[in-house]
Structure formats: C-alpha cells, structure tokens
C-alpha cells in the first residue's frame, strides 16, 4: 500500500465530479480486488480502505484485480470514516433499507439510479461507501453519512455481494467517471439517410420487376422502410442489401442474359 | 447437479418474459457461484452449464453463492450450446464488440439497457449467455448467438469480471425478473398533502410569533415550501416537525410558563 494518493491518475473527464471509493473493514482480500477491478472498468482510481487487511501482492486481492493491480491497488491509502465524512459528500451502500418512515434515521434511500440522477446538478467531491462482507456498515456508520443508497433487488433475497454490489454503483454512475467508452459510436457507424434511402428504391423497384400487386406496393414499401429504419443499417448493411435488390430486379427483367453467364 | 430442471422455482412474475443463465465452460468454480447468487438476488432460477468443473458442495461454489446454495446451484443443469440456441432467444456477453461497421457478422451490439429495452415489445424464451473467464465467448458461439450484448466501460480497462458482467446485465434485466423488491414503496410512504400543509400553518404561525420582518414573510414562507416539498418528508417526519415549530411558537409566546417547568 502507497501512501501518496497524489500519483493515482484522474479519476475520469468530469470536471465537476470526482469519486473515490471507501471499503470499510473488508474482511476478505479478494473482495478488495473486485471492487478495485470494477472501480478501473469504470473510471475510478481513488480507493481509500478502512482498517483493511493485510493486501499481499501474490495474494486473492492482487489475483482478482485484473488490470486493477497496476494502479488502483499498490495506490489505495488507509483511511478512517471520520476523515472521509469530514472531505466528501458520503453515500454509503446497504442492501436492506433498515428503517421505514415510522423511524427517524436514514430515511429514505435512494436506487443506484436515483443516485446519479441527483449527482446531476451538484458539483461535487463524492465518496461512494461500502460496508464489511457480512454485516455492511452498521447504524453509527450509517449515521455519519450523507445518503444511503439501496440496489433494488428480489425480495427472497436482496443482498447482494459486496463487490457486485460495488460494481453496480459504479455502472451506474460512469456518466461522471468514464470519459471515452470502448465501444464504437452505433450513431456515427448508421448508414446516412441516403444511402438508406437507395436501398428503397431498389425494393420497390424489385416490386416493380416481380409485378407486384399493384393495390399492394404501397404497404409492403411501408413496411420494408419501417423494418430497415428499425434495424439502423450500417453502411455496409446498407450497400450489401442493396447490391442483393439490385441484382435481382436485373434477373428478373432478363433472365436470359443470366442463364447464359452460368 | 440435478437434471430435473422442472424442480426450480419459476423464474419471475413476468409471465411474458422467461429467462435462464448458461455458462459455457466456466474455469473456477468460484465464478459459477458468485453468478448464481446475482441470479437469486434478480429473481433467475434457471443456471445452465456447457462442460462445467466439477461444483463440490464443500468448494468455492457453493462458498461464494450465498442463498442460492439452496436453489439455484444444486437445480442447475448440464447443456450444449447447440441445445441452447434450439430453445431459446439467446444474448451472448463479450467485452469487447469484436467487430465494426466495415463487417459483417455480430453487428450491432446492445448495451444492457438497450437489451432490456429491446426485450420490452417481445415475448420470449431468453438465454443470457456468458463465456470463459480468461477468453470469453469466441468467434463461433458469438455467432450462433441472437444478439451481443456489450457492457459500456473505461477504454482503458473495458473487461469486467465475469461475474461482474453477469451482475450488471441481470441488474439490468430485473424488471422482466424481479416481481417484488426489497424496498419500501417510497411514494407510498410520503406523508399526504394535508399533512405537509400543517407544517407550513405552523412554519408561518412561528414567523408571527418571532415578529418575522412582514415584508420577508412571504418569500421565507414560500422557501420553506420549496424546501421541504423537494424533501419529500414521511408522516413522521412531517408530525416531528411539526411538533418542533408548535412548541417553538409556544415558548415564544408564553416564556414565563415554559421557564416554570424547569
């Protein structure tokens, strides 16, 4: 464990957000790995534990970090909850919301969704908070925080692991801590609406070749062009099809040109 | 391993929507646990291995699948493939969208929500299917698949854990899944509009008894709406607040009575 948290990277490219990640007394190591595995997956650097265990370098913390071991887990630091309440806006995580509103305290949770949606319009330092293996954070702990989030789950069993748990949260906030996704952008990758627009017109000329009801060309044209838009063709989807409705209007109208190229 | 699939719980009260989770040849034993405890956590009974380890009750399987070491692991079932693309609509997982635009197969992926969103309009059979810890689903099997699923992360570090994968998508499917949650009906629970007003009598009434500036009164009376409507205070809440803004308007009023009672 490193104490100089000044050499972790950023923790994402929103400016106005910043997270870190607080593991109070996490019983297993490999827990610790999880959690820190899923914080890179998702953006975040920062990871503070509370009276942790001893994180041997060959052992299940390192194994079950991944990527994770080469940054997240030699920079983690040591922390009280104390300190962490005092420097950040603290949203603690349980899997039961242990009050109704006939009691005072802790009332009400928020989902993981909930969570984002109201780190919208703050800027703020956010230091998302997670409770041992067992028994998650106790009532004090609880207390000391800002807001409690609760993961919606079955009601025949709600609790979740701590590190799925963990991984949850953080998918659902990556809007404030993943800058760049590894996924291509569907919307740039969609084929323009003109070459879309090519592939209608060779079905409806196909309609035309094959002698298509006449009373009918208007739906099946509709319907074609609400099937294709529902798919979002890429460009290469687009011109494949295309090149198909073209080459079969062609031997339509002359079959004998074709017969005599086999 | 029990092969009498017809002995799991049903999966969800979604009569619309049925789900089952098939590994394909998970390495650790561990991995196929922590999968079978998200599933219980999301109302999924149904586990359906391809060429599984051995699941020793006394081993990391059971060890890590919380609950679902009653149900779920000892129900689940051996199957190929092959068998599962027969049955059911399918959506692999992978990390990573192999693929763009400029190819052809296993194009275009969906994120989780885009898949729960996409599963809305159908009825169906719907196998989640997971790959290899180290390798995940190949080539091959992608392609036997119905749809890809893709799960959005850091750039830097997009492969999530598999049970973490498996996390994140049941999570996000657990509309179809999860009949009821473990949370207290928060609308349900907030106090009634009459309630709030008594809040807002008393609020005002203590800026009469304090000699509130006249002209303030107004726009502090109208912050103390915003404020607490934003709240959404319980009846509780509302009833203890209540109390406190009554008492304080007394004791203003009538010192010499409150003083006698100490």
Chains 1, 2 share one sequence.
Do not use: W
């Not at 963990?166 to 801590?177: D, G, K, N």
């Not at 000329?205 to 074609?224: F, G, N, P, W």
């Amino acid at each position: 464990m490193n104490d100089d948290a000044a050499s972790t990277p950023t923790a994402g490219d929103d400016s106005d957000h910043e997270f870190v990640v607080v593991v109070v007394e996490p019983e297993t190591p490999g827990n610790v790995g999880t959690i820190a595995r899923a914080m890179k997956n998702f953006g975040i650097y920062d990871l503070r534990l509370v009276n942790p265990p001893p994180l041997d370098p060959d052992g299940e913390a390192y194994g079950f970090a991944g990527h994770a071991r080469e940054d997240v887990l030699p920079n983690a630091t040591e922390t009280t909850l104390e300190e962490v309440v005092e420097e950040f806006h603290t949203i603690g995580t349980t899997a039961v919301s242990h009050e109704d509103s006939t009691r005072h305290v802790r009332y009400p949770f928020k989902t993981p969704a909930e969570v984002a949606d109201s780190l919208e319009s703050v800027k703020t330092k956010t230091a998302l908070v997670f409770g041992r293996e067992g028994t998650g954070l106790d009532n004090e702990e609880l207390g000391m925080l800002d807001e409690v989030c609760c993961i919606p789950a079955d009601h025949r069993y709600p609790v979740l692991n701590l590190g799925q748990a963990a991984t949850i949260l953080m998918y659902e906030l990556r809007r404030f801590t993943v800058g760049e996704i590894q996924l291509p952008d569907v919307e740039r990758e969609r084929a323009s609406e003109a070459e879309i627009d090519v592939v209608y017109r060779f079905f409806d000329d196909l309609l035309d070749a094959i002698d298509y009801r006449e009373h009918k060309r208007v739906k099946t044209s509709q319907m074609m062009r609400r099937l294709v838009g529902r798919a979002h063709p890429t460009e290469r989807e687009a011109a494949t099809l295309t090149g198909v409705l073209r080459r079969a209007a062609e031997q339509v109208r002359n079959p004998e040109r074709f017969r005599d190229d086999d």
